[in-house]
């Protein structure tokens, strides 16, 4: 059985710093690309970054390139989002995804409908 666990959100003060995680159970979660995503309230869910298999491929928004980083762990399943200089503008539910092989081509990543498997989200609130 496929699950995808996010964790790590909770409240930060703006130009803070948190990182989240989240583990992909299955048996072959460590062959995925793996991707963050986010979903203010209200709003459309909107792609942050992502990663591929091995981790020698990796693509940014552009409203977090240079403050966030995402990174993995094969050998643990986990895949990383390291979210430096935090803006209000970054408060949303994070939530994870992956996508087994055969990959998606990298244009297809901003997209959420292209994504197989979803996490439940974590909440990341940015106020003072």
């Known amino acids: 059985q496929v699950q995808v666990e996010e964790s790590g959100g909770g409240l930060v003060q703006p130009g803070g710093s948190l990182r989240l995680s989240c583990v992909a159970s299955g048996r072959t979660s460590s062959t995925w690309a793996m991707a963050w995503f986010r979903q203010a309230t209200g709003e459309a869910r909107t792609f942050v970054a992502a990663i591929t298999w091995s981790g020698g491929g990796t693509a940014y928004a552009d409203s977090v390139k240079g403050r966030f980083t995402i990174s993995r762990e094969r050998a643990k399943n986990t895949v990383y989002l390291q979210m430096n200089s935090l803006k209000r503008e970054d408060t949303a539910v994070y939530y994870c995804?992956?996508?087994?092989?055969?990959?998606?081509?990298?244009?297809?990543?901003?997209?959420?409908?292209?994504?197989?498997?979803w996490g439940q989200g974590t909440q990341v609130t940015v106020s003072s």
């Open positions: 995804a992956g996508d087994p092989p055969p990959y998606l081509i990298r244009s297809s990543w901003y997209s959420s409908e292209h994504w197989d498997y």
